[in-house]
């Protein structure tokens, strides 16, 4: 992300719940020069918990129940990083993430939820069904249905848990199995449930005229509730009661009590009894004042239900306090209402209404609820415009010592008076895990005035470059990708990969949040080096206004060993060992049009190591191979079809795509970079034949850390395929063939 404003402060949010959707909007309407947000979540889609059960009955979509975190996040301006934190070190003020470095803060919020309490009862994990995490729970729901259709004779389920979350989930979840039944054909008189709670009575935090209605509609739907039923152990068939009987079951849904996860007592923070974070009434931590947590992992000093609608209304406060907190103002106490409105929902489109000693039900509250749900999803899915300009004024976050520091910004020089100091370089890279390797001679072990490479004999050293400008705001991976970007070229080549040198170019801030990017990034394009033997030698690193990275990288192979572009045969088939699509889905990200999945899902991607691939390529007689880059599908390939002399068929149909690329192609969506890669248009035949196909522009789409394209003999292409599935290339498929060269048309055919 581009700005003029050095960072001064980081805000860390940990959790993507109902209270920090809220802090990423109004951070989004009302943002602070120099503070950087930095989210960290486990799910790129928060589902709003009030539309769950409509849902899960079939009311909705997913997408219409999900809050899609990426254009959200990008709206506020802050960092997304995917990953569950799994501890903090409050004295360093780091969170912890496996599988990436930590990440410094100077304000901390959780709002990461609860889960069921199943740890406690024997056989709960194994064999039932907890509703939290719900991403998991919604796997399981998708399966349970299926079980559901394909079983024969009677199918018996119980819900464990008597609160508004176990009632609604017996009556959607039947509301939904029997509409499939009844779709094929089905005896809905086979599926029976039974709803279990240990206590003396449903619904225990509603008035009795809300239980009445609850137990009327239970009954009617022939769901058994059975009250002082304490499960004490869950077995692959059934539940084993407090008092002995046992209750037969082919499925168990886990509705029960809330309970926190373990790290937060772990990482030394205040928690109350059952390891809930303790704040106090400004929801700051009682034990760390920069700590925040809201929503269910928060323990108030006056107790409320673990309810998504007190994270709602905590949301507005706790993003006044992160504010003033940053500029020593006093903190404003959160007041949770004493009677909250409830519309519980029955699984059909009806609901009971509670408050307080008030109770009604009816088809119109069904309504009621469902606008009320969707103008609350519409702040969050329907984002207004990016606000303008603030200004630099940051004089209410800003100390003494960082004052001084950003004083010294605008005198920064030019040339080498742009370079991170040598401090902080010196810093960073003896963070760094030590890079050996026998043929460098002298690299960032023993820093000199260059690196130093031997080249042995019989062998040939290739060379590539990248370098280009972030284009997601979390530099670890970024660094990631870019080193997988840069060693593609490498790879394609056949060769293997022994060194790189460092491009980077990190955004002003303080001293301490330079270094802190400098080491996510290279420690991103270690962790990408380190598993394919090279090493990183050196390097040059500047600062700017924008996080830019590339390697210089070097590689090793026999002369007789090397691979070319040039080299395809006719008879050959085209393999490609990864979906296109990331040029148009960043270009989306970046106006706010992509879904966080979408996203993800390419970066997921573009983390996969083209190494394997080249290998197996290689093994199977790869006559010619290249990696898919800037140039598109269609650039790369006709680069192919010069050096090898050769036309091919591309089967426009069988080019596997990245989810969400045909849908942001046709909103119109394209990559800064694909007009120049459409004038190859003329290496196509009849060009104007498949304009209108919707897959067809994306054959011109830039690739980052794209797969690889090779040919390889016909009759050992599908033990190839089959390899590279293997492997983990789980889209690698053939999309063409090799064929003679004709002079008298152009080298491409595109069939549909």
């Known amino acids: ?421 040598s401090t902080v370089l010196s810093r960073v890279i003896n963070r760094l895990p030590p890079q050996r390797r026998d043929d460098v001679l002298i690299g960032l072990d023993s820093p000199d005035d260059a690196a130093a490479f031997e080249v042995p004999p019989g062998k040939l050293m290739v060379q590539s470059v990248d370098y280009f400008r972030a284009f997601i705001d979390d530099p670890y991976t970024f660094g990631r990708i870019a080193a997988n970007h840069a060693l593609g070229d490498i790879f394609a080549m056949g060769a293997e990969a022994q060194s790189a040198l460092a491009i980077a170019t990190v955004p002003y801030g303080r001293e301490q949040i330079v270094e802190q990017t400098l080491a996510d990034v290279l420690s991103g394009a270690l962790d990408t080096l380190a598993p394919t033997g090279a090493v990183l030698a050196g390097g040059h690193s500047s600062e700017g206004a924008e996080l830019a990275f590339g390697l210089t990288v070097n590689g090793l192979i026999a002369r007789d060993a090397l691979l070319r572009k040039g080299g395809m045969q006719a008879g050959d088939v085209l393999i490609l060992t990864k979906p296109i699509g990331t040029g148009t889905l960043f270009a989306a990200d970046m106006r706010g049009k992509a879904r966080g999945r979408w996203v993800d899902g390419a970066i997921q991607s573009m983390l996969v190591s083209s190494q394997a691939a080249a290998a197996a390529l290689y093994r199977h007689g790869a006559t010619a191979c290249t990696d898919v880059t800037g140039f598109g599908l269609l650039g790369h390939l006709v680069e192919m079809t010069r050096a090898s002399s050769t036309d091919v068929r591309l089967e426009l149909n069988a080019v596997p795509l990245l989810d969400g690329a045909e849908e942001t192609v046709a909103a119109g969506i394209l990559s800064s970079l694909q007009p120049q890669n459409v004038r190859l248009r003329r290496a196509v035949r009849d060009p104007d034949a498949l304009s209108d196909h919707p897959r067809y522009p994306l054959l011109f789409d830039p690739q980052t850390a794209g797969g690889l394209l090779a040919s390889v003999p016909a009759d050992r292409a599908a033990g190839c395929v089959e390899e590279l599935h293997g492997l983990g290339y789980t889209q690698a498929v053939i999309i063409g063939c090799v064929e003679p060269r004709s002079s008298e048309e152009a080298p491409i055919q595109v069939v549909a």
């Open 1 to 421: 992300m581009k700005t003029d404003t050095p960072v001064l402060k980081d805000i860390v949010l940990v959790g993507g719940g109902h209270a920090h959707v809220s802090v990423l909007r109004m951070f989004g309407m009302k943002p602070i020069p120099g503070v950087r947000l930095t989210v960290i979540t486990r799910d790129i889609h928060t589902p709003y918990s009030g539309m769950l059960p409509g849902y899960v009955a079939g009311h909705y979509d997913y997408d219409e129940v999900h809050i899609d975190l990426g254009p959200l996040a990008r709206f506020a301006g802050a960092r997304l990083y995917h990953g569950e934190v799994d501890g903090i070190d409050p004295n360093e003020q780091l969170v912890h993430v496996p599988g990436r470095p930590p990440v410094h803060y100077d304000l901390l919020s959780i709002n990461t939820g609860s889960r069921p309490r199943t740890i406690d009862v024997p056989g709960a994990l194994e064999h039932a069904f907890p509703v939290k995490p719900i991403d998991k729970w919604l796997r399981d729901w998708e399966a349970l249905q299926t079980r559901v259709l394909q079983s024969q004779g009677d199918f018996r389920i119980a819900v464990i848990g008597g609160g508004a979350g176990g009632v609604e989930l017996a009556l959607s979840t039947q509301h939904r199995l029997r509409g499939l039944l009844r779709a094929q054909a089905d005896d809905v008189s086979r599926l029976h449930y039974m709803l279990l709670t240990d206590g003396p009575e449903i619904l225990p935090t509603h008035n009795a005229g809300v239980r009445r209605r609850f137990m009327r509609v239970l009954g009617e739907r022939g769901i058994e509730v059975q009250t002082g039923g304490k499960v004490v152990e869950v077995e692959a068939d059934g539940v084993r009661l407090e008092n002995g009987e046992f209750r037969s079951a082919d499925a168990v849904l886990w509705v029960t009590m809330a309970a926190a996860p373990e790290w937060p007592a772990k990482s030394g923070l205040a928690v109350d009894d059952e390891g809930f974070i303790a704040v106090d009434r400004a929801l700051r931590s009682k034990s760390h004042p920069e700590i925040f947590a809201a929503g269910d992992i928060a323990s108030l000093p006056d107790p409320r239900p673990k309810s998504g609608v007190f994270a709602v209304r905590q949301g507005p406060v706790l993003t006044q306090n992160l504010r003033r907190a940053l500029a020593g103002r006093p903190l404003k106490p959160y007041r949770p209402q004493k009677n909250f409105l409830g519309l519980i929902s029955t699984g059909d489109p009806y609901a009971i209404a509670s408050r307080g000693n008030w109770s009604w039900e009816g088809k119109l509250l069904w309504k009621w609820k469902d606008w009320i749900d969707r103008r609350f999803m519409q702040r969050f899915n329907e984002l207004p415009g990016m606000p303008g300009e603030t200004g630099p004024d940051i004089s209410g976050i800003a100390d003494k010592e960082a004052i001084r520091e950003l004083s010294t910004l605008a005198m920064r020089c030019g040339g080498c008076g742009a370079k991170v100091g």
